[in-house]
């Protein structure tokens, strides 16, 4: 599966996805593909699997352990 995390560069937002990309890796395991980090001037944090948005920090606090499950599944 392919993910991409967006995330606010002005906000500071690149730890998050760090954050997020690192419990990918440890709980998806194999099932990942590549995980694309983006920077985006929007202000929003954003993680989608093969093109198909599964988390938002507009829908849902930001924790990574849940993105990760998210992620999983989805994938």
């Given at each position: 599966m392919h993910v991409e995390i967006d995330y606010c560069k002005?906000?500071?937002g690149l730890?998050?996805?760090i954050e997020v990309r690192d419990a990918l890796e440890s709980d998806c395991g194999a099932a990942l593909d590549d995980?694309?980090?983006t920077p985006v001037e929007d202000g929003s944090f954003r993680v989608s699997v093969d093109?198909?948005?599964v988390?938002?920090?507009e829908n849902a606090k930001y924790d990574?352990?849940?993105v990760a499950q998210k992620v999983c599944q989805a994938g």
């Open positions: 002005a906000c500071g730890g998050m996805a995980v694309e980090l093109d198909r948005e988390f938002t920090t990574p352990a849940r």
